[in-house]
């Protein structure tokens, strides 16, 4: 009897669970994941490389089993879930940077993260969040935007030691265009629209959780909390750390191509920025890029010039220089030996061109002639302001070797006529 003998080995069968493909994350076993899924994502070490676009389809679909992962096979989504938070930079996230302001200042600041894209993507991608080893690589395609928090310096120690901290006041910084004029209070609002700054990943720095220190306004006033109510807490910054995070960027804008990077803006028009205290985390040495009106800051004095003043402006401290006129509030000394028209360096330590096309011909708008000249005695080119010095160098007999038309030519056209001079506001007693 078949049926009496399977119903006898069925009852005398042990019951088991067995082995199965399949695990459960949830207590009531409705969300599973594959063995073979979850082994396969924990021991890849590329979990943060988006396949989702490769030709290739088994990257693309990766053997993904329903039920232990969703269908987005997005790179924020893959990040988000499988790194650790200090290894990423998220939307909220806090990272530093270097910001310029008042077109010419270069100066510290903490951001708060509300964007992360790709570039030169098409579309471009936008992220939840990145991983921060690869945002600030040389060929990083990362641009990350952030608000500045407004950051007040405290005693952190309450006893007048000078150990400054820096706390976040629950406000972000606001800029006003590069190029925008003065505004009066009546157009401020409608001025005020750089809150959000945008920094090329090599400008970025992420700060980790152990970067980060929150207490409350009665931890840093140092006063009984209240009882009847919750505290809110707010982020602090040693003045250390901020020293750290300026030392490193300071070090990736030693390349032109990072420090051209740098965004600029005008003047603060809201927040406690840049921070400054007994200590200041602005740095001078930093020749701020050109903002997009095309003015940059001189080399020597730092105002800002526009390109076609550049001229005029860096002819007007060459002469000062040859005359031993001592220029006050100056960061850099115009070079000794031929001066570059442009930056004021030595020509063959700077990088820029004195291949211009400007006339040998003082006027209001253009007053200085400072243009290059090639020597009629040799195969050399000059600014006209460093011939008399080649001459003096080179052919010092100039004087009485040449013959006198020529002699005459060549003395007219490197001379300096008063004309020029005072167009170029330098006073009688700064003339020769």
């Given at each position: 009897?078949?049926?009496?003998?399977?119903?006898?080995?069925?009852?005398?069968?042990?019951?088991?669970?067995?082995?199965?493909?399949?695990?459960?994350?949830?207590?009531?076993?409705?969300?599973?994941?594959?063995?073979?899924?979850?082994?396969?994502?924990?021991?890849?070490?590329?979990?943060?490389?988006?396949?989702?676009?490769?030709?290739?389809?088994?990257?693309?679909?990766?053997?993904?089993?329903?039920?232990?992962?969703?269908?987005?096979?997005?790179?924020?989504?893959?990040?988000?879930?499988?790194?650790?938070?200090?290894?990423?930079?998220?939307?909220?996230?806090?990272?530093?940077?270097?910001?310029?302001?008042?077109?010419s200042k270069t100066s510290l600041a903490i951001l708060q993260c509300t964007g992360i894209k790709i570039v030169n993507t098409h579309p471009i991608?936008?992220?939840?969040?990145?991983?921060?080893?690869?945002?600030?690589?040389?060929?990083?395609?990362?641009?990350?935007?952030?608000?500045?928090?407004?950051?007040?310096?405290?005693?952190?120690?309450?006893?007048?030691?000078?150990?400054?901290?820096?706390?976040?006041?629950?406000?972000?910084?606001?800029?006003?265009?590069?190029?925008?004029?003065?505004?009066?209070?009546?157009?401020?609002?409608?001025?005020?629209?750089?809150?959000?700054?945008?920094?090329?990943?090599?400008?970025?720095?992420?700060?980790?959780?152990?970067?980060?220190?929150?207490?409350?306004?009665?931890?840093?006033?140092?006063?009984?909390?209240?009882?009847?109510?919750?505290?809110?807490?707010?982020?602090?910054?040693?003045?250390?750390?901020?020293?750290?995070?300026?030392?490193?960027?300071?070090?990736?804008?030693?390349?032109?191509?990072?420090?051209?990077?740098?965004?600029?803006?005008?003047?603060?028009?809201?927040?406690?920025?840049?921070?400054?205290?007994?200590?200041?985390?602005?740095?001078?040495?930093?020749?701020?890029?050109?903002?997009?009106?095309?003015?940059?800051?001189?080399?020597?004095?730092?105002?800002?010039?526009?390109?076609?003043?550049?001229?005029?402006?860096?002819?007007?401290?060459?002469?000062?220089?040859?005359?031993?006129?001592?220029?006050?509030?100056?960061?850099?000394?115009?070079?000794?030996?031929?001066?570059?028209?442009?930056?004021?360096?030595?020509?063959?330590?700077?990088?820029?061109?004195?291949?211009?096309?400007?006339?040998?011909?003082?006027?209001?708008?253009?007053?200085?002639?400072?243009?290059?000249?090639?020597?009629?005695?040799?195969?050399?080119?000059?600014?006209?302001?460093?011939?008399?010095?080649?001459?003096?160098?080179?052919?010092?007999?100039?004087?009485?070797?040449v013959p006198l038309p020529d002699r005459d030519v060549l003395a007219s056209a490197i001379s300096i006529s008063q004309e020029e001079e005072a167009?170029?506001?330098?006073?009688?007693?700064?003339?020769?």
């Open positions: 009897n078949a049926e009496l003998a399977l119903a006898s080995e069925k009852a005398a069968h042990t019951e088991s669970n067995g082995h199965s493909l399949w695990i459960d994350l949830t207590e009531d076993g409705r969300k599973k994941a594959h063995k073979k899924t979850i082994l396969r994502t924990l021991m890849d070490p590329t979990f943060d490389i988006n396949d989702n676009k490769s030709h290739d389809r088994l990257l693309r679909v990766r053997y993904y089993s329903i039920g232990g992962d969703s269908w987005d096979r997005t790179a924020s989504t893959v990040y988000s879930k499988s790194t650790s938070e200090d290894h990423l930079l998220k939307i909220q996230g806090l990272f530093a940077s270097l910001v310029c302001f008042n077109g991608t936008y992220l939840e969040a990145a991983p921060s080893a690869e945002i600030s690589l040389p060929d990083t395609r990362y641009e990350i935007t952030g608000q500045i928090l407004s950051l007040v310096p405290f005693d952190e120690s309450n006893n007048s030691s000078g150990r400054i901290s820096w706390a976040w006041i629950a406000q972000y910084v606001a800029f006003d265009s590069a190029k925008a004029k003065q505004a009066s209070a009546a157009e401020l609002p409608s001025r005020m629209r750089h809150l959000s700054v945008t920094v090329d990943g090599r400008l970025v720095l992420p700060l980790k959780s152990s970067d980060l220190k929150e207490l409350t306004l009665e931890e840093i006033l140092n006063i009984p909390r209240p009882a009847d109510k919750e505290s809110e807490k707010t982020w602090v910054f040693s003045n250390e750390q901020l020293e750290v995070f300026g030392r490193i960027l300071c070090e990736r804008v030693t390349e032109d191509a990072v420090r051209m990077k740098i965004p600029v803006y005008g003047a603060v028009k809201d927040g406690r920025y840049p921070y400054e205290a007994t200590i200041s985390h602005c740095f001078n040495f930093i020749v701020a890029p050109a903002p997009k009106d095309g003015r940059r800051p001189c080399g020597v004095c730092l105002k800002n010039v526009a390109g076609s003043e550049r001229q005029n402006h860096m002819g007007r401290h060459i002469l000062l220089s040859q005359r031993g006129v001592i220029e006050p509030e100056i960061v850099m000394e115009v070079a000794k030996d031929y001066p570059c028209g442009f930056c004021g360096k030595e020509m063959s330590e700077n990088g820029c061109s004195i291949s211009i096309a400007s006339a040998l011909k003082s006027s209001t708008t253009k007053p200085s002639t400072n243009a290059p000249l090639k020597c009629s005695l040799c195969t050399e080119t000059h600014w006209k302001y460093n011939m008399p010095k080649h001459l003096q160098d080179r052919h010092p007999s100039w004087k009485v070797s167009r170029m506001k330098i006073t009688h007693s700064q003339q020769e």
